[in-house]
């Protein structure tokens, strides 16, 4: 896909959101993905096969004898089981790999394209093993590289921290980071050496966080990539459960992990908003009409036809980008909640609205994954797959390690029209997943039938407009430069 470099950005006003990461950290600038916009005719077919899709996974759940037939418990005959040495050696390979992006960042070359830790890290780890794990379960619950650390510099942390977690925050950390995260992916400059620096800053504070409440409250609540990585892992259908004896690997139906264990906290409800909301938005804040729409109604707004400089506006701009990407998720979470309290109202049910937003949350999961591929797959073909290269020469220094470094040389250019038909694809198999979950939550929480079916009309317009503007984003041209404005 085609790229162009970003442009400077101005700070983010939000201490406490960066601190998770050195102020000066940047990442993820191997410049701007240029997304070819999906045709119109395409957009149009996209959206009505969402809408016909959604009342056949309707029909097909309404005939399920009971909610249990769906949401209860499954495992298919097959199990394995992973002995500790494996268990022992993936988590030694994970903070090997840490430690590796680490130290290119700060010694190795400072080309971004060249440097391992850049693909490495914003690619295959964040991109790459998050769709493993839709297919091949949560790993990462085993290979988290900072739980190595801590359970190799803190034992005792591994039961109890020296207070307990206060309840009130819920999963507010590891939201926080993920602001944190995103906000450097978008907004960043790139250099290894401030990734570097991230990764080295998010370690203290992960030792902290350890420390002061213990691994299991740290490592639930607040350390945000073992958050997403165990809930895109409920979507697999493969499930790890540690014994004395290893890991014991069962198998079940895909989507069966997201009918089990419901949330309670609303903190994760706005983590797997934000999930979807920042994909949307890094998809839509480079468009044409998201710029143009600045430049007409909000600049106006706040200088009228004044103007202080190019300075100054740049300055603006970016600053209203930041504040949108913020706002997002408390967006999405009006127009979510909305539904959901339609739905109650059509069902007309007793449950409290908290109950009933709590219930639906997990059927966003799904979405978001689609969204997330959907909007990143080619960047990961296209400089993810150099990781193989840059294995054999990380600090770029030469080297040919593992006799890779001449492998994949040409950049790899996906067909426009596989790219087009993909990310239609994706967003359909992530909308009808997530239409089948709500469903099957519908039959768990409204006991008849046919109210559980007069609750998902308005669920059912929840994802529909959910994937229109999905979509949508993908049929909008880019702007090609953020900051221009018309004349």
């Not at 002995?83 to 993936?90: F, K, M, N, T």
């Not at 459960?241 to 198998?251: L, N, Y």
């Not at 949307?280 to 106006?300: C, I, L, Q």
């Amino acid at each position: 896909m085609q790229r162009h470099p970003r442009s400077g950005r101005s700070r983010l006003p939000l201490a406490l959101v960066l601190a998770a990461f050195a102020r000066n950290a940047s990442a993820h600038s191997f410049g701007t993905q240029y997304t070819l916009p999906v045709p119109f005719w395409m957009y149009a077919y996209g959206a009505s096969a969402a809408l016909i899709a959604s009342f056949a996974v309707v029909a097909y759940v309404a005939r399920t004898p009971t909610a249990a037939a769906a949401s209860r418990p499954r495992h298919l005959p097959l199990a394995l089981r992973v002995p500790e040495a494996l268990v022992a050696l993936l988590g030694g390979l994970s903070l090997g790999l840490l430690a590796l992006s680490i130290a290119t960042g700060l010694v190795g070359t400072r080309d971004v394209y060249l440097n391992f830790n850049m693909t490495f890290f914003w690619l295959v780890f964040a991109l790459g093993f998050l769709y493993l794990t839709a297919l091949v379960g949560d790993l990462y619950e085993f290979a988290n590289p900072w739980r190595v650390l801590c359970n190799t510099f803190f034992p005792r942390t591994r039961d109890k921290g020296l207070v307990p977690y206060p309840s009130k925050l819920g999963y507010l950390p590891a939201l926080l980071f993920y602001f944190a995260f995103i906000w450097i992916e978008l907004f960043g400059e790139s250099q290894p050496a401030s990734l570097a620096v991230a990764l080295l800053a998010y370690t203290a504070l992960n030792f902290t966080g350890a420390i002061l409440f213990g691994q299991p409250a740290w490592f639930r609540y607040g350390e945000f990539f073992a958050v997403m990585f165990r809930l895109v892992g409920r979507v697999a259908p493969v499930r790890y459960e540690p014994d004395d004896a290893g890991i014991r690997v069962t198998f079940r139906p895909p989507l069966q992990g997201l009918f089990q264990e419901p949330p309670t906290r609303l903190s994760l409800l706005l983590f797997v908003l934000f999930m979807l909301s920042s994909t949307a938005f890094d998809g839509f804040h480079e468009t044409r009409p998201w710029v143009a729409f600045f430049w007409k109604h909000v600049y106006p707004l706040v200088h009228g036809s004044s103007s202080d400089g190019y300075g100054p506006t740049v300055r603006l701009y970016y600053e209203w980008q930041q504040l949108m990407l913020l706002v997002s998720p408390f967006l999405y979470l009006a127009v979510y909640v909305a539904c959901v309290a339609a739905s109650k109202i059509a069902a007309r049910s007793s449950k409290s609205l908290r109950d009933l937003v709590l219930a639906f949350t997990l059927s966003l999961v799904p979405i978001a994954l689609a969204y997330n591929a959907t909007h990143y797959f080619s960047l990961l073909a296209s400089q993810g797959l150099q990781a193989v290269r840059l294995a054999s020469d990380p600090f770029g220094l030469h080297w040919n390690l593992f006799r890779t470094a001449n492998v994949l040389s040409d950049p790899v250019i996906l067909d426009a029209s596989v790219v087009w038909h993909t990310q239609v694809a994706l967003v359909l198999i992530g909308h009808v997943a997530g239409v089948y979950v709500a469903h099957v939550e519908a039959m768990k929480a409204f006991a008849d039938s046919r109210r559980a079916i007069a609750s998902q009309l308005p669920m059912l317009l929840l994802m529909v407009l959910l994937t229109v503007a999905g979509l949508w984003i993908l049929s909008l041209p880019i702007a090609g430069g953020q900051v221009g404005q018309p004349a």
